[in-house]
């Protein structure tokens, strides 16, 4: 009975560790999204530091306020922010201006313009950020493989080991059913 309880268990944690990758890696490259950590506290409490954020790619048009998304402070530079929009709005020239501001921030953000936005929030993942942070993105490809390798090694393991239990136990049963006793 224990050794049941324990397979169970070792199947949940597999299951949970593939679900994790799956959910953090694979999803989002599917879709064509990107996940990015929050760094600092200007999410809180929603996305408070260590959060995952998935975020897809979006028409500027359709966002709206209330939507979360992710920019650029800098067009063309590397640093992003995942801050709510509080307004969308239009210059003089009719060019589409976005107002955001953190949650947890009294000022607005300066003005984001559309080149600068990367995407919309799809999903957001407390903690599993803090792993994303640190693993590069090179690293973070061969951890995926390397766990991936490893859950398959031990699923396949797992199930060489019951496989052999059945066999031992049908052998087991066989003989007992095929034992005669000899009288002298």
């Known amino acids: 009975m224990f050794a049941w309880i324990r ?13 994790v990758l799956a959910v953090a890696v694979v999803v989002p490259r599917l879709a064509g999204a990107t996940p990015y950590t929050v760094l600092t506290g200007s999410m809180r409490p929603t996305y408070p530091p260590g959060t995952l954020v998935v975020v897809k ?16 402070r800098e067009s063309g530079e ?17 060019d589409l201006v ?9 000022v607005a953000d300066p003005p984001v313009r559309p080149i600068q936005v990367r995407g919309r929030l799809w999903y957001a993942i407390p903690y599993l950020g803090y792993v994303n942070s640190a ?3 090179r690293q973070r490809e061969v951890a995926v493989l390397a766990v991936s390798g490893a859950l398959i090694g031990y ?3 797992m199930f060489a080991g019951a496989l052999r239990d ?6 087991g049963a066989h003989r007992s059913t095929t034992t005669t006793s000899t009288v002298s």
């Open 98 to 106: 976005l107002t955001t501001q953190g949650d947890a921030n009294g």
């Open 166 to 171: 059945r066999r031992r136990s049908a052998r």
């Open 155 to 157: 699923a396949a393991f």
């Open 7 to 19: 397979q169970v268990v070792a199947w949940l944690v597999i299951l949970g560790v593939v679900a």
């Open 57 to 72: 790619p979006v028409d500027v048009a359709d966002l709206r306020a209330g939507d979360v998304i992710t920019y650029q």
């Open 78 to 94: 590397a640093a992003v922010v995942t801050h709510r929009v509080v307004s969308v709005g239009s210059r003089l020239n009719g």
């Open 135 to 137: 693993l590069s993105g």
